[in-house]
């Protein structure tokens, strides 16, 4: 990837957007920086959270505080230097590139692996913590960061002529069909599981009770997919869906995409919160251990 130096008139920044941007992306870099934490202690100290599903999302959030640490800094201080001082921050640049790419390819990466996770949990419920136990978790995390750490590589290896957008896009574009194709199959599995409840014998509720835990887990990843979609599709698709950018880049609307494609990586926590009552317990010990409640 080759960043050319941009020339002034490039660098300014409006301070009307400047000082909007620079307020909400601290104010999300904080809440992610506290959310994803609250969310790797949870399941740190949880029993009822020590389940493959949520090692999955442990290792989801670890990928999104590298957008909260590390990205959301870097991002501040070139909205800083280009709000008040003028300056382009062309050298903040390639390590935003790189960790941005990486942590959003990781997101997406994971939830393609929990959407797996969850189709197996739902189809063969009795059968799910054991096969994941055994091997499938490690072979999911394993994907889940192998492929998103080789694609900023690929990116700067390409050649400049080789399409940037093409690695990206098709990232996602995999990534989609695997969520889509494991969605697809879950529902059709419910309804074909709700015509045959009815003839299910008394023995059998400990299994439903089962199921309909593993149902409750895969409508949660489905607010989390639509809220990811929601936050990083607009940017993607402005800037890497044709051959020739739909927008300006660091332009001010380039600058709102990318505060909102950021922006995910602290909505995850209130998603957790707000759906797995498991969640909020956990975040209930952990505050009165915090403050000996």
């Not at 130096?5 to 920044?13: G, K, P, S, V």
């Not at 942590?103 to 997406?108: D, I, K, L, Q, T």
Request: hydrophobic share 55%.
């Amino acid at each position: 990837m080759n960043f050319s130096l941009e020339n002034a008139h490039n660098c300014f920044l409006p301070r009307n957007h400047g000082i909007g941007l620079i307020t909400i992306n601290a104010i999300v870099s904080v809440l992610g920086l506290l959310g994803n934490l609250l969310v790797c202690m949870a399941i740190v100290i949880s029993p009822r959270l020590r389940r493959s599903s949520y090692y999955l999302l442990f290792s989801l959030a670890i990928a999104d505080l590298i957008v909260t640490m590390v990205c959301e800094p870097l991002y501040l201080e070139s909205l800083l230097k280009r709000t008040f001082f003028n300056e382009c921050a062309t050298s903040l640049e390639i390590p935003y590139t790189i960790l941005s790419t990486l942590s959003c390819s990781a997101s997406v990466f994971h939830l393609a692996a929990i959407s797996f996770d969850r189709l197996i949990a739902v189809v063969f419920p009795i059968r799910h913590e054991h096969l994941m136990n055994k091997c499938g978790v490690r072979i999911l995390l394993i994907i889940s960061w192998a492929f998103p750490i080789s694609i900023p590589i690929l990116i700067f290896v390409l050649p400049p002529s080789f399409p940037q957008g093409f690695t990206a896009m098709g990232t996602f574009a995999f990534c989609y069909f695997v969520i889509i194709l494991s969605y697809t199959l879950i529902v059709v599995f419910l309804l074909i599981y709700k015509k045959k409840r009815r003839q299910m014998k008394a023995g059998t509720v400990s299994v439903n009770m089962t199921a309909r835990t593993e149902v409750r887990v895969a409508v949660m990843l489905a607010f989390v997919i639509g809220v990811f979609t929601a936050c990083w599709v607009p940017v993607m698709t402005a800037m890497f869906a044709s051959s020739k950018p739909l927008m300006k880049r660091n332009g001010p609307l380039h600058m709102w995409l990318r505060t909102l494609s950021l922006s995910n990586s602290a909505m995850n926590f209130f998603i957790y919160s707000a759906v797995i009552r498991d969640f909020r317990d956990a975040y209930a010990g952990i505050f009165r251990k915090m403050f000996r409640l």
